[in-house]
């Protein structure tokens, strides 16, 4: 007999993806993702925000949003559209709203009765709330986000993943060598897992998209993670050794092999790119 499927709700609020780091993420990478294991997705839902005002004297805001819906489309999502609404506030100054919240919890939670893993993929801590609802429905509840991620929404997902460390959801500055994403020659993002005073550490990055999770043990055979070796020297300007490990900062390096050791891969040309959800500078130290 066949095991049934896991269905699968993925739940994307797109709007405050792409103003909190995840500008250009790759939405066939985040079905992967979500589906792993071979889930099957029932619900994959993603909703964005459309300004009519601005599409009717602005062309091209036009015709590359509508572009951008159509391949949204393409990769088998469903597009829920908030159109801006305008107001005036007490001084005469007009500001516009499209808040897509509501939609998207209140779609999570009644679809939830056909799903066994939802993944939302935002930072607004407003979810919490819903996270703990489809939990008791009994559904295994992930968070996906990128920077400005709510504390409190992370602590309360079964899981939390940066999309920053998926391999290839979004695309590494400076990786254009051809070398597939864990592959000597490629750049990839993870974290510092282990940090020595003698003035060395270790990386730690998801090699490819895959059910194991939780076993980061990077010597397991069955751990999707590999590890990369580097010296304190090597860390940008503005994180200092004793930051690390921290599981808050996620670093971007390129992958290579070291010259000393056979067989370690190390780590180059690191760059910090997220810190405590902040958006960080080239530099490594966070935005102001």
């Given at each position: 007999m066949t095991a049934a499927l896991m269905g699968v709700g993925l739940?994307?609020?797109?709007?405050?993806?792409q103003i909190n780091g995840g500008f250009g993420m790759q939405y066939d990478v985040l079905r992967q993702f979500a589906c792993r294991g071979g889930g099957e997705p029932v619900r994959l839902n993603a909703y964005v925000t459309y300004d009519e005002e601005r599409a009717n004297r602005d062309r091209q805001y036009a015709v590359g949003t509508n572009?951008?819906?159509?391949?949204?489309?393409?990769?088998?999502?469903?597009?829920?559209?908030?159109?801006?609404?305008?107001?005036?506030?007490?001084?005469?100054?007009?500001?516009?709203?499209?808040?897509?919240?509501?939609d998207m919890a209140v779609d999570a939670l009644l679809q939830s009765k056909n799903l066994g893993r939802v993944v939302l993929a935002t930072g607004d801590g407003d979810f919490v709330q819903v996270v703990r609802a489809l939990q008791n429905e009994g559904c295994r509840v992930e968070v996906l986000g990128f920077d400005n991620v709510s504390a409190a929404l992370r602590r309360e997902a079964d899981v939390y993943v940066s999309g920053y460390t998926v391999p290839?959801?979004?695309?590494?500055?400076?990786?254009?060598?051809?070398?597939?994403w864990g592959e000597p020659g490629s750049r990839v993002r993870g974290i510092c897992y282990h940090h020595s005073r003698e003035g060395f550490g270790f990386m730690r990055f998801l090699r490819a998209v895959s059910d194991n999770l939780w076993i980061t043990d990077t010597r397991n055979p069955h751990s999707p993670y590999l590890s990369a070796f580097f010296r304190d020297a090597d860390l940008p300007e503005g994180v200092r050794p004793a930051d690390l490990p921290s599981h808050n900062r996620i670093f971007e390096f390129d992958v290579t092999v070291s010259a000393v050791k056979?067989?370690?891969?190390?780590?180059?040309?690191?760059?910090?790119?997220?810190a405590q959800g902040a958006r960080v500078d080239n530099g490594g130290a966070p935005e102001r």
């Open positions: 739940y994307v609020d797109a709007a405050n993806i572009n951008f819906f159509a391949c949204v489309r393409e990769y088998g999502f469903k597009v829920i559209v908030k159109n801006y609404r305008w107001y005036t506030d007490d001084e005469g100054n007009a500001y516009a709203k499209a808040n897509a919240d509501l290839n959801l979004l695309p590494a500055r400076g990786g254009e060598s051809g070398s597939a056979e067989g370690r891969l190390q780590a180059a040309n690191i760059r910090q790119v997220s």
